[in-house]
């Protein structure tokens, strides 16, 4: 990361210790807070973006070369934003070359970059207390788990999963009620702090006030100023006829709340669907194995499948069938918005381990009657070939 990040970046507050923290004191907080946030144990959302915040903020501080540029690009901004005084724009007097070095002026009418027109142009002439869109809500992930006939016929769940709730105590304000606000020092109230960026100076997001431009006098004791909790949050997703399993489910607004009346980020629900001990899916059709008896195979017969739907279905086996020919029923699958798959029946021939005495001697009569017919003649007649 360059220096040019660090202008709109305060370490110190990432890392919730005094500008004048010794280096064991921030070695204290990263190791607390990166426990906390570590992606290996703190599932919850922003926890990894925190955990790389904190861990950038430490690069930089735990480095006594590092903090101290970064110390100095910091004063020199913060006497820029507090140089404009009573919220009107400029920030006259700082010019970002030299903050950045980047060059150096060649005496007047250089083309060094002067913030305070350059703001001009971005704040339209200053806005007091001045604020940025309000983000949308982030989104949120959660998973739920269906039966197999659920998932065949749709079906509406309550998913739970922990959110951001606005606190009902501060209404959302992160005030303490009867308390107020004042303009954010980080800023001067624009909302905004700029870096520079190849030669131009970007407007961005201030840190300290997360750009409404304005910090809280004294915090909400129930949120500590945030504006939001967290709570556990259940919300009814309705699963479509057909959901396969793994599908990911979006619902539109129903994610994190924005902030200050953004919009909400979305829901997305990841569907697991149980196995079923009849029925093994395959894209839309629906798969089941249906043993048959040597003679059903061989004779042919009408055999009962069952339909996932409950009841059963005749199959007409031919004479002659093998075992492992899967048939197809047209239709009486997986029933979507887009259509309805097949059922395939695949006939599997089941020898019986216990006979009776009658047919025992049928079976008898049938090796009798069969002695001639080798099953294997054709195969050791290839191998014969192959292998001379
Ligand atoms: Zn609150
Ligand atoms: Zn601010």
Do not use: E, I, L, V
């Given at each position: 990361m360059s220096a040019r990040d660090w202008l709109d970046k305060d370490f110190y507050a990432v890392l919730g210790v005094?500008?004048?923290?010794t280096p064991a004191q921030l070695k204290k907080a990263y190791r607390a807070l990166a426990r906390e946030l570590h992606p290996d144990t703190n599932a919850s959302p922003g926890a990894e973006e925190r955990f790389k915040e904190v861990s950038e903020a430490y690069d930089v501080l735990s480095d006594a070369t590092t903090r101290a540029e970064y110390d100095e690009v910091r004063t020199y901004a913060g006497a820029g934003r507090y140089?404009?005084?009573?919220?009107?724009?400029g920030f006259s007097g700082v010019n970002l070359d030299d903050l950045?070095?980047?060059?150096?002026?060649?005496?007047?009418?250089?083309a060094g970059f002067d913030l305070g027109d350059l703001l001009g142009g971005y704040f339209g002439g200053g806005r007091p207390g001045g604020a940025k869109a309000a983000r949308r809500g982030g989104d949120i992930d959660t998973e739920t788990t269906i039966s197999f006939d659920d998932a065949l016929q749709g079906t509406t769940v309550g998913v739970t999963f922990a959110s951001d709730v606005t606190c009902e105590a501060c209404h959302g304000t992160g005030?303490?009620?009867g308390t107020g606000r004042h303009r954010c020092p980080g800023c001067g109230g624009q909302g905004q702090v700029l870096h520079n960026a190849g030669g131009f100076a970007v407007a961005e997001t201030c840190p300290t006030c997360r750009g409404t431009g304005e910090v809280i006098e004294d915090p909400c004791g129930v949120c500590r100023g945030a504006g939001r909790v967290r709570r556990s949050r259940t919300v009814r997703a309705r699963l479509p006829a057909g959901v396969r399993n793994n599908a990911r489910i979006r619902l539109r607004g129903k994610g994190q709340p924005g902030e200050r009346g953004a919009p909400a980020g979305d829901l997305f629900v990841r569907v697991h669907v149980r196995p079923d001990p009849v029925f093994r899916r395959e894209g839309d059709d629906l798969c089941v194995t249906v043993p048959v008896r040597y003679d059903e195979a061989a004779l042919g017969a009408s055999v009962e499948v069952p339909l996932p739907a409950g009841g059963t279905v005749t199959l007409r086996v031919p004479e002659g069938t093998q075992s492992g020919r899967t048939f197809r029923v047209r239709g009486r699958g997986v029933h979507t918005a887009s259509g309805a798959g097949d059922l395939l029946a695949t006939v599997e021939v089941v020898v019986p381990q216990r006979l009776t005495g009658a047919a025992r001697r049928a079976l008898d009569d049938l090796r009798a009657a069969s002695?001639?017919?080798?099953?294997r003649a054709d195969l050791l007649a290839r191998n014969a070939r192959t292998r001379t």
């Open positions: 005094a500008k004048d923290a140089a404009q005084g009573g919220g009107s724009g950045f070095g980047g060059g150096g002026r060649a005496g007047a009418g250089s005030a303490r009620p002695a001639m017919d080798d099953p």
